[in-house]
């Protein structure tokens, strides 16, 4: 299920001030919330994550408090997931929620040079995975070649993880990573 936060506008700010004689480009227009239950179904198949989920599609200001309540992290960020207990996962019935802030989004859609809706579904799908119990901050960077191996049969660029790399790869990754880096060195 799809919830927009009723805070949420739309249209990026640039083109509310012209919105009268310049349409706002489809590449920032959050897509309809049929296309994205219909992405967030496949996703959810590929992950093979079971139960209902419900995303809220927000805004910076209130993914921010989510963060703080939840988290600890008094700053604004792209996707939190909230994973619901699992004695309710295993009924199957509901999944978790997820939350995506859509200014987070479509800066990052315009840094990476694609569409808000390629950049949600890439949250989406990042999301989907902490909801299956997958976490990159503490793995040994299962969820990153998971996300990678979904994300092509999904046909989505480049994820999360890869971007933040290698800060977001596990200890015994990172250590590797670093290991070359300086073994490659003059």
């Given at each position: 299920m799809?919830?927009?936060?009723?805070?949420?506008?739309?249209?990026p700010a640039p083109a509310r001030a012209a919105r009268v004689s310049a349409p706002v480009s489809r590449t920032h227009r959050i897509p309809p919330a049929r296309a994205l239950a219909r992405f967030l179904r496949e996703a959810q198949a590929v992950v093979r994550l079971?139960?209902?989920?419900?995303?809220?599609?927000?805004?910076?200001?209130?993914?921010?408090?989510?963060?703080?309540?939840?988290?600890?992290?008094?700053?604004?960020?792209?996707?939190?997931?909230?994973?619901?207990?699992?004695?309710?996962?295993?009924?199957?019935?509901?999944?978790?929620?997820?939350?995506?802030?859509?200014?987070?989004a479509r800066r990052q859609a315009a840094a990476q040079g694609h569409a808000l809706g390629v950049e949600i579904k890439i949250l989406m799908l990042h999301g989907l995975l902490h909801l299956a119990g997958y976490d990159h901050e503490a793995d040994s960077g299962q969820m990153a070649r998971r996300e990678r191996v979904l994300?092509?049969?999904?046909?989505?660029?480049?994820?999360?993880?890869e971007r933040a790399a290698p800060f977001s790869l596990g200890p015994k990754q990172s250590s590797r990573l670093r290991a070359r880096k300086v073994s490659a060195l003059p």
């Open positions: 799809i919830l927009f936060d009723p805070d949420l506008d739309p249209d079971r139960g209902q989920v419900t995303v809220l599609l927000t805004t910076d200001t209130a993914i921010r408090r989510l963060n703080r309540r939840f988290r600890g992290k008094n700053k604004a960020t792209d996707v939190l997931s909230f994973p619901t207990i699992e004695l309710i996962q295993d009924q199957g019935k509901i999944a978790g929620d997820l939350a995506i802030s859509i200014p987070t994300r092509a049969r999904l046909g989505l660029p480049q994820g999360l993880i």
